[in-house]
Nanobody, 122 residues
Framework: HVQLVESGGGSALAGGSLRHSCAAS????????MAWFRQAPGKEREGVAL???????YYAGSVKGRFTVSKDNANNALYLQMNSLKLEDTAMYYC?????????????????WGQGTQVTVS
């Protein structure tokens, strides 16, 4: 079955950096859109960064220029490098797999989710 297991995240000072990883298994990894979402307390879950089956990347305006999403198809891995962190980046971060190889911002287009990892910026 499809499984996404996240690691990384943690705490950082504003202006610092953190890196997330997501290990995927149970399906043909390269064929699907992969995404990072986040949810802060009291807020709706929002898309942060997407990468489609061709490696094209998409970013939310709030993180563009600071976050970088990448994937390693050979190792079924997804990454999120977060630089120049801000207080408002504090949230639970989730990796997700899309229904298809194309990416969309609505989380209804994703059918597998990681367990989530907390990022706290102070």
């Amino acid at each position: 079955h499809v499984q996404l297991v996240e690691s990384g995240g943690g705490s950082a000072l504003a202006g610092g950096s953190l890196r997330h990883s997501c290990a995927a298994s149970g399906y043909t990894y390269s064929s699907y859109c992969m995404a990072w979402f986040r949810q802060a307390p009291g807020k709706e879950r929002e898309g942060v960064a997407l990468i489609d089956r061709y490696g094209t990347t998409y970013y939310a305006g709030s993180v563009k220029g600071r976050f970088t999403v990448s994937k390693d198809n050979a190792n079924n891995a997804l990454y999120l490098q977060m630089n120049s962190l801000k207080l408002e980046d504090t949230a639970m971060y989730y990796c997700a797999r899309g229904w298809t190889g194309s990416c969309y911002w609505n989380d209804r287009n994703y059918n597998a989710w990681g367990q989530g990892t907390q990022v706290t910026v102070s």
